[in-house]
């Protein structure tokens, strides 16, 4: 059984940054992909960024791509989301999720993190 707990979410003003962590327990983290999402009220669930077990390799949404980083240190079984220039629609609540390296591409993530909450407001 995998465990995700996110973590760095809060209240942060337009323009203003702001880190995510996600702790992964239970597994090999090396061998999975780790995926962001988020969910708006009102929204359906996004992709926002995804970072490939074993090569790193990083997919990330256009509306965030020249804005957020993602990054993983399996050392420390972690994935990381660096949010910067924050925009009042990023606000939502934001998931870690996990999934192995051998998982079809197209395949759903297949354990989730209970989400933290990030508000874009001044």
């Known amino acids: 059984q995998v465990q995700l707990a996110e973590s760095g979410g809060g209240l942060v003003q337009p323009g203003g940054s702001l880190g995510l962590s996600c702790v992964a327990s239970g597994h090999t983290f090396y061998a999975y992909t780790m995926g962001w999402f988020r969910q708006a009220p009102g929204k359906e669930r996004e992709f926002v960024a995804s970072i490939r077990a074993l090569d790193s390799r990083i997919l990330c949404a256009d509306s965030v791509k020249d804005r957020f980083t993602i990054s993983r240190d399996n050392a420390k079984n972690t994935a990381f989301l660096q949010m910067n220039s924050l925009k009042p629609n990023d606000t939502a609540v934001y998931y870690c999720?996990?999934?192995?390296?051998?998982?079809?591409?197209?395949?759903?993530?297949?354990?989730w993190g209970q989400g933290t909450q990030v508000t874009v407001s001044s």
């Open positions: 999720a996990a999934k192995h390296v051998s998982a079809p591409v197209d395949r759903p993530y297949d354990y």
